[in-house]
């Protein structure tokens, strides 16, 4: 498979995404303490980028079916589907922080944005990952090191999930490998494109 303008698309998508996505976890993380809000146009610029990101993480699933489905349509669907549920979330996500930066009191929208965040990027996110990067480790449309690398960081991150559901939040870190990774991805798409089968 030549370069084309879908790995190149895909590849801008994912950078978007991270970007957007880190962005709005540095506004958080400063400006959210407990259930206290800081400041509200910071976190209207946050719920802004996480939109940006539900747009992204949908388009990255849209564009990607078409390569996917050459060696699985089912896995290719699933991945689709999981991208578009994420994207979903997010935008819900968006929304409720949003309306969270605008109301006083907001201890329910505020749980609602933890819950929403959480399944959207720990389990939906882990989940589309791990579908991409078996279809790109068994397909070899990419180098098996970055899929590989790509499947080990999404467990990352689903273990992530798990362990937060108990409330254990000493592996946060682990999310890092797979942020590079889909930089590294990203850039390899813009660069070379899918491999052929």
């Known amino acids: 498979m030549k370069k084309d303008k879908t790995s190149i698309i895909v590849g801008i998508l994912y950078i978007i995404a991270t970007v957007a996505f880190s962005i709005a976890m540095i506004i958080l993380d400063q400006k959210l303490k ?3 809000i800081t400041s509200q146009s910071s976190i209207i610029i946050a ?6 990101d539900a747009v992204a993480v949908t ?4 564009f990607l079916y078409k390569v996917l489905k050459k060696y699985s349509k089912s896995l290719a669907l699933s991945f689709t589907c999981a991208r578009v549920l994420e994207g979903t979330i997010f935008a819900a996500n968006a929304i409720i922080l949003f309306m969270l930066a605008t109301t006083v009191g907001a201890n329910t929208l505020f749980s609602a944005y933890n819950w929403t965040f959480l399944v959207g990027y720990g389990l939906v996110f882990a989940i589309s990952a791990l579908i991409l990067n078996w279809v790109l480790f068994k397909s070899r ?3 098996r090191w970055l899929s590989g690398w790509g ?6 991150v689903l273990a992530n999930f798990l362990l937060q559901i108990f409330g254990i939040f000493m592996f946060e870190f682990l999310d890092f490998s797979i942020a590079i ?3 590294v991805f990203a850039g ?3 660069i070379k494109g899918f491999k052929a089968r």
């Not at 719920?47 to 940006?52: D, E, K, R």
């Not at 388009?59 to 849209?62: A, H, T």
């Open 59 to 62: 388009g990255i699933g849209l």
């Open 141 to 143: 449309f990419v180098p």
């Open 34 to 36: 407990g259930n206290l």
């Open 47 to 52: 719920s802004v980028l996480i939109l940006i």
């Open 151 to 156: 499947f080990i960081s999404a467990i990352f």
């Open 188 to 190: 390899f798409l813009i």
């Open 181 to 183: 990774q889909e930089m």
